[in-house]
């Protein structure tokens, strides 16, 4: 089994700058994953299924 990355991209709720991140496909045990951020250089919870933040309640 080939373990993929993918980019994903989201809005820093500090800054509002788009953030680029690689986002790994391996199972994990948690749905949210913490993100550092270079924007604000705080961590962001990244849900792994959709890539949004978490409390990201857009459609």
């Keep these: 089994m080939t373990v993929m990355d993918r980019h994903i991209l989201f809005k820093c709720p500090q800054t509002g700058m788009n953030v680029q991140h690689r986002l790994d ?19 962001h919870l990244i849900d792994r299924s959709t890539g949004r ?4 309640r857009r459609s």
Excluded: F
């Design 53 to 56: 933040l978490l409390g990201d």
């Design 25 to 43: 496909d391996a199972p994990a045990d948690r749905t949210h994953v913490p993100v550092p951020c270079p924007a604000c250089t705080r961590l």
